[in-house]
């Protein structure tokens, strides 16, 4: 099996189930983060999630924010590619802003880096100006 052919395995594994609460995040960390892992949500205020964010800590931090933010009302993913040691997730997602009950949609494009079958980084593209509306 190719390397490519596994990290689009493994991603499509984790993403396959759902993300664990702060009591289970040290071992979903365990188990698909490096220690060093960076996590980059381009974008600036007002989208509080937006930022870099380091380790597993960081991603956790992430995800809170996110569904503090945000409720998400469809998330579709679309492609799962790889080149070397990088994996390529399409999708969209609709999303409505908890604080002002406005709804955006975007595409997205997920870059993750893998190695020894553990994430060490993880880059998202978003349409940034739709959810930046969105919280305005």
Do not use: C
Not at 10 to 22: K, W
Not at 92 to 101: A, E, H, K, N, P
């Amino acid at each position: 099996m190719s390397q490519e052919t596994s990290n689009v395995e493994l991603v499509r594994e984790l993403l396959s189930g759902p993300l664990p609460d702060a009591a289970g995040m040290p071992v979903f960390a365990a188990k698909w983060f490096a220690d060093s892992i960076t996590i980059s949500y381009p974008g600036a205020a007002p989208i509080p999630f937006a930022g870099t964010r380091q380790g597993w800590r960081g991603f956790a931090d992430f995800v809170t924010t996110f569904h503090q933010s945000v409720e998400t009302e469809h998330m579709e993913v679309g492609s799962i590619d790889a080149a070397g040691d990088k994996v390529f997730i399409s999708g969209s997602t609709r999303g409505r802003v908890r604080s002002t009950g406005k709804v955006y949609t975007s595409s997205w494009l997920l870059i993750w880096t893998l190695r020894d079958r553990r994430i060490t980084q993880m880059v998202e593209y978003h349409d940034t100006q739709s959810i930046a509306t969105a919280f305005s």
